[in-house]
């Protein structure tokens, strides 16, 4: 439907209205529409749930409104909106997401709460959240704005909570996970900072079957929460049902058999709010990220056009919403005292400062007769512009609150861009890094500046035994290389893996010397480098010219002998062929004489048979220093 299709529907409607109220008026009837008529024209928002957020830190497997999209509003749109809804007969507003406390780590979210019940003075601000990043500086700042904080807890026992998913980094965790349980110790931090606070806590339960057959009365008799909401799993194509959707909650779903025999079992709970599926999938106004409303009526979420863009009148006949299910379900009440037996009412003193946060919320206007003098409407406004400054500074940090006051002092005389600081000549350290950043540092080099210095020492840190590599564009011939860093030399990328840097190959690797050009700074340089590569990225890097090959240099015997012995004059001791002490020197090769000489002698006495003649026969051992030298020779070849 198009944008003049919606005026004309809202033109007829508004001349259908006008005639019947004409018609009410000439018959001497109260001038209004029937209920069924009404709820057809112009449905009110009195109750709406702002999904402004679909992220979320949890992963349960039945969510219907799962992280599609990471877009949130604007806080100065989301704003606007709030305040177009509330123009249009919105009462109570419910936020959730996704988990509304993932975004800005709750403050932009405070700063909403904080919003609507300061400047638009609605009945009640609520919210949904998994519990896991509430904070208590969060209640400290914001718990005074907020009537009700719901925690969705499904089950209280963990294994049933892993099975859904309820719990951080989704199935990712074990069972058995020493931190299994924080959902359950967040549910009890949560409950303990609402009564500390004075929020009603709420409790929301979806049944499906893992829970179906679970009996929870003593635990939520335990928690004592005002309202336990309880939901039969609902089936919501495209989002967790269907081949688009990112979960598939079919697994889930129960009969209306097995949700009212979980019913009857907790039928002695008195806060227990049953809704099915039937009751669920039409009395909700739901608001996404974009501020459209969700219709649900066909089994999937089909979003209106943005009332920011066509108002709420328009946007809210897209919305599918049953306003006669939505009073069926009961969800209006009286708002304004929560509408529930909680165990904070009788006291007094809760109840003195439930008057005066109301007085100060919604203070009535006093009514004069006639004209208001100039004195008295000067004097009101700037009593409500203090007020709403006031509201303002206080959520700014102090750099946002002084650009705040000097712009408004600027304001008159259209100065405001004078402050506003340049940011297009700001740099981070890894820029700094890349503009001043070396392959190779020479001795010599000077470091005359800060950011050659920051440079320099992200240099030291690399480890240059060998190199990774980027073979994407061998068939140009251009490759290119980079120093490992800790972390790849503590895995062994590059040396016992594959050193291409896509590569995950760790067999038959073979190490290759390059001879490495490169310009750097507008001067022509080149380098010897090492490079582990398998089969296939070998072939790659010799696909225009065979590159030279490092293979291990194998020590014949004769320089294994020859290192030996001069190590052992080195320090001192008696060489493996000389005799030993005692024996005659005829087993000796004197000075001079040639190795083919020295050779058949020494098998002359290797084949005598007097053992005492030629002394004893030793074996030779390798040092350990022989050890170390091979290993090293074999870790870095």
């Avoid at 979003?303 to 709420?312: A, I």
């Avoid at 919403?321 to 165990?343: A, P």
Wanted: glycine letters at 6%.
């Amino acid at each position: 439907m198009t944008f003049i299709e919606i005026w004309i529907r809202q033109f007829l409607q508004s001349i259908m209205k006008w005639i019947f109220n004409i018609y009410y008026q000439k018959e001497g009837i109260e001038s209004k529409l029937p209920g069924n008529v009404s709820s057809v024209l112009s449905p009110r928002p009195t109750s709406v749930n702002y999904h402004f957020t679909r992220q979320c830190n949890y992963k349960c497997g039945f969510c219907f409104h799962t992280a599609k999209s990471s877009f949130v509003l604007p806080l100065e749109e989301a704003m606007r909106g709030l305040r177009l809804l509330h123009e249009a007969g919105m009462e109570k507003i419910n936020f959730s997401g996704g988990e509304p406390f993932i975004h800005q780590k709750g403050r932009y979210l405070g700063q909403l709460v904080q919003f609507c019940k300061r400047e638009l003075g609605l009945a009640s601000v609520s919210i949904v959240s998994n519990g896991s990043l509430v904070t208590e500086d969060w209640f400290v700042r914001f718990g005074e704005y907020l009537d009700i904080l719901a925690i969705s807890c499904d089950s209280f026992q963990t294994e049933t909570n892993h099975l859904i998913g309820r719990h951080r980094n989704g199935n990712q965790i074990k069972i058995d996970d020493s931190k299994g349980n924080d959902h359950l110790e967040s549910l009890e931090r949560v409950r303990g900072w609402c009564r500390d606070h004075r929020v009603a806590f709420k409790i929301n339960s979806v049944i499906n079957v893992y829970n179906v057959d679970e009996d929870m009365n003593d635990q939520i008799q335990q928690l004592n929460p005002v309202r336990w909401k309880v939901f039969q799993c609902l089936l919501i194509g495209g989002e967790n049902q269907g081949e688009e959707a990112l979960r598939n909650a079919e697994k889930f779903v129960i009969t209306d058999e097995q949700f009212e025999s979980f019913l009857e079992r907790h039928s002695g709970v008195s806060c227990l709010v049953p809704e099915s599926n039937l009751k669920m999938r039409n009395s909700y106004l739901i608001l996404d990220e974009r501020m459209r409303f969700l219709d649900c009526t066909d089994g999937k979420k089909t979003p209106s056009p943005s009332l920011l863009d066509v108002g709420v009148e328009a946007a809210i006949h897209w919305s599918g919403f049953d306003e006669d299910m939505f009073f069926q379900r009961g969800g209006k009440y009286n708002w304004n005292t929560g509408g529930y037996d909680s165990s904070y009412e009788g006291n007094e003193e809760e109840n003195k400062r439930k008057k005066r946060k109301k007085d100060w919320v919604v203070k009535e206007k006093p009514i004069s007769e006639g004209l208001v003098s100039k004195s008295a409407f000067t004097e009101q406004y700037a009593q409500e512009a203090r007020r709403s400054m006031q509201s303002q500074l206080r959520g700014l940090t102090a750099y946002d609150r002084h650009k705040l006051l000097i712009n408004e002092y600027y304001l008159s005389i259209g100065a405001v861009d004078m402050l506003k600081r340049d940011k297009t000549k700001d740099k981070r350290d890894f820029d700094i890094i890349k503009e001043n950043h070396q392959f190779l540092w020479e001795e010599d080099d000077t470091i005359d500046t800060w950011g050659k210095q920051i440079a320099k020492k992200y240099h030291d840190k690399l480890f240059k035994e060998y190199c990774i590599c980027d073979l994407r564009r061998y068939k140009e011939n251009k490759v290119g290389i980079r120093w490992r860093i800790e972390k790849e030399v503590v895995t062994g990328k590059g040396q016992f893996s594959c050193g291409e840097q896509n590569c995950p190959e760790k067999d038959n690797l073979r190490t290759w010397e390059i001879n490495f050009a490169y310009v750097e700074h507008g001067v022509k340089k080149n380098s010897l480098v090492k490079i582990r590569l398998c089969s296939d990225c070998s072939h790659n890097l010799n696909f225009h010219q065979k590159r030279k090959e490092v293979t291990k240099k194998k020590k014949t015997k004769k320089e294994s002998k020859r290192s030996s012995r001069d190590r052992r004059k080195s320090e001192g001791e008696p060489s493996i062929m000389e005799p030993a002490p005692g024996t005659s020197k005829e087993g000796t090769v004197e000075a001079g004489e040639s190795s083919s000489v020295a050779s058949s002698k020494h098998q002359e006495l290797s084949d005598s048979t007097d053992i005492w003649r030629e002394g004893q026969q030793t074996t030779e051992e390798k040092s350990r220093d022989d050890e170390f030298e091979e290993f090293l020779e074999d870790l870095f070849l």
